[in-house]
């Protein structure tokens, strides 16, 4: 059995992103997962960028004044062809580390493949197959959503999953 010295150990998983960065936020008690709360920080798209930035530093700030995670885990920037695209993200990303750090909270990042392999053992795992496992490992009745928010639940899954050695955390009911 893994021990959190009884305490337990609150997860804010962030799946970053400038119009939509989705959140989730899970507990591991000793060998299971509770989930507390998901979401989403939206900005406008007619907002120029240092609005958006800061609008998704004021809730990631929010976020940690109200859970009190111990960790906060944020997805690893994944470069496909667009490079505008990428700049962005990681501008979020960004924005969402400093907040972490500027609350003296740990911060762990972790790759899409470390995501899709923790949650479903299969790196290749489309998003509806790690949002459907997402559901289950939580026992949630619904798809998290939106997805953004699924996406940050299972980030924070990730941690638990990925911190917990020598053995896998199991699920709570």
Known sequence: MISTGGRG????????????MGWGVIRQEGNRLRYMQHGAITTPPDW???RRLGRLFDGVTELVRGYRPETVAVEELFFNTNVTTAITVGQARGVALLAAYKAGIEVTEYTPL???QAI?????ADKRQVQEMV????NLPAIPRPDDAA???AIAICHAFSSSL???????K
């Open 114 to 116: 470390q995501v899709k």
């Open 166 to 172: 020598p053995g896998k955390v199991g699920v709570g």
């Open 9 to 20: 150990h609150t997860i804010l998983g962030i799946d970053p992103g400038t119009a939509t």
């Open 151 to 153: 996406d940050g639940l």
């Open 135 to 138: 559901k289950a490992l939580l």
């Open 48 to 50: 120029d960028m240092p």
């Open 120 to 124: 479903t053992s299969y790196g290749r």
